[in-house]
């Protein structure tokens, strides 16, 4: 088990997202998904693509594979050869009655906005970390990953991208629907949000928090192993092992503001519009400090 939760990200990524695209999700498998059931202790990890969800996905498994360790030795529990690719919404349509059979705790993450996610998660009250990333470091970094990785469709020029972007034309859906439909949990007591900036300013309070919201009790050589192996260069230098081809596209500079490169002037007032008109005023809104990150 602590093996595969450990590279529960990663074992599988290639098998799911490489060559073979047809892998990837369908709506026969958004059908299936809602057979989909979830358990109290489900430790659920949702956030847009690049919003760091591997990074975050990468401290999770290993909090929790460090902890259920303990936990095992105690018990003396058998390990079990089970895993699973830990995006909920990609696979094939027996995925979820293999999850059936996964130890707990599971690491499941997903891309999805709330009203598209099977039921179970909300009923049996799993607990949701919510990832959050400015949207300008969002699309900056959406647009160099398209373009890289194949499987995604790539744009001309970063100006193609932009408008793609603004008039809601992206896989997964738009980021701002995304923001403004997870508002409405934002104050849940099973949903914890945490933002890709607040995580990167400090990375052991964050680590701290998830680690408590979750009721995770390591002790501090345990944290601060697992705040090594999430470093942005541990991640990255590991990445071929754990991503495969993928790897060096999803480790890409692991910063803020890069946005400030690629955005030009009409650009900026675009989004700045869009924010102010649709999130600045929300719970998430304000989350992101907007004024800080992308001004
Ligand atoms: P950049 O493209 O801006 O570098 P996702 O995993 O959701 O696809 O998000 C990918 C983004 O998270 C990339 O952003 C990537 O570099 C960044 N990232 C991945 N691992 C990270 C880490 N350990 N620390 C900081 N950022 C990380």
Known sequence: VTRLLQNGIAVHFTNICGEDETKQTNPEVFRAMESFEARSD?????????????????????????????????????????????????????????????????????????????KSIFKNKAKILLLIRNPKDIATSFFHFSNAWSALPSYETWDDFFIAFMTEKMPWGSYFNYLSEWNKYAADENVMTITYEELKENQTLGVKNIASFFGISLTGEELRSVIERSSFQSMKENSLKTHGALGSMLFRKGGVSDWKNLFNEEQNEKMDKVFEERIARTKLGTKLKYEVYCK
Do not use: C
């Open 42 to 118: 489900d430790v659920i990890l949702a956030g847009y693509p690049k919003s760091g969800t591997n990074w975050v996905g990468q401290i999770l498994s290993d909090l929790v594979a460090t902890f259920e360790k303990k936990r095992l030795e105690e018990k003396s529990v058998n390990d079990e050869e089970l895993e699973e690719f830990p995006y909920l919404e990609i696979g094939d349509t027996e995925k979820y009655e293999r999850m059936k059979k996964l130890p707990s705790r599971r690491v499941i993450l997903t891309h999805l906005s709330p009203e598209k996610l099977p």
